[in-house]
T-cell receptor, first 108, second 116 residues
């Protein structure tokens, strides 16, 4: 079983829509959780960290459910510029595990 | 802050040649740097963890004699793909983290390697 699993998509949504991505992880001892954004042929960029209490940054909300071992990212009022691949990242003691990424395309 | 650069950004070479990729942390000292490889439509795969002044730790399945890593200073790590073959064509990305915050990774812009 993979350490981190994501639905690869693609998700094609109209501008202004709300879209949610989920990610599951296999190691219950995982310590930190992040969402990264990767544009085509570019490096991943940190979007936000994910805390147990949930956290929000503008239109983006991230949540962590340790009991069920999943992480979510909610994007409200989608913009064309949100089109990218969103990577779920989970860290262990000495490792960083990436999901395969979920591709989002926001359509005008 | 937390800028990581890579050089070159892309390289095309003939099969059998060696290619060196540099990764630099520009505005902080990185005791640990990481090297990843990403094939098209796939996730990043960790190749090795590079610690300043010591030998790199390679992930299972990554040939240490083929992918030579040197971390000579707190701001520079290099990855050399020796005797590159077409199957080594990929996007190579490095990352570095602050010593005080090892979980958050800052990525270099990546190097696209194409081996003919």
């Amino acid at each position: 079983r993979k350490e981190v699993e994501q639905d690869p998509g693609p998700f094609n949504v109209p501008e202004g829509a709300t879209v949610a991505f989920n990610c599951t992880y296999s190691n219950s001892a995982s310590q930190s959780f992040f969402w990264y954004r990767q544009d085509c042929r570019k490096e991943p960029k940190l979007l936000m960290s994910v805390y147990s209490s949930g956290n929000e940054d503008g239109r983006f909300t991230a949540q962590l459910n340790r009991a069920s071992q999943y992480i979510s990212l909610l994007i409200r009022d989608s913009k064309l510029s949100d089109s990218a691949t969103y990577l779920c990242v989970v860290t262990g003691a000495n490792n960083l595990f990436f999901g395969t990424g979920t591709r989002l395309t926001v359509i005008p | 802050g937390a800028v990581v650069s890579q050089h070159p950004s892309w390289v095309i070479c003939k099969s059998g040649t060696s290619v060196k990729i540099e990764c630099r942390s520009l505005d902080f000292q990185a005791t640990t740097m990481f090297w990843y490889r990403q094939f098209p439509k796939q996730s990043l795969m960790l190749m090795a963890t590079s610690n300043e002044g010591s030998k790199a730790t390679y992930e299972q399945g990554v040939e240490k004699d083929k992918f030579l890593i040197n971390h000579a200073s707190l701001t520079l790590s290099t990855l050399t793909v020796t005797s590159a073959h077409p199957e080594d064509s990929s996007f190579y990305i490095c990352s570095a983290s602050y010593p005080a915050s090892t979980d958050t990774q800052y990525f270099g812009p990546g190097t696209r390697l194409t081996v003919l």
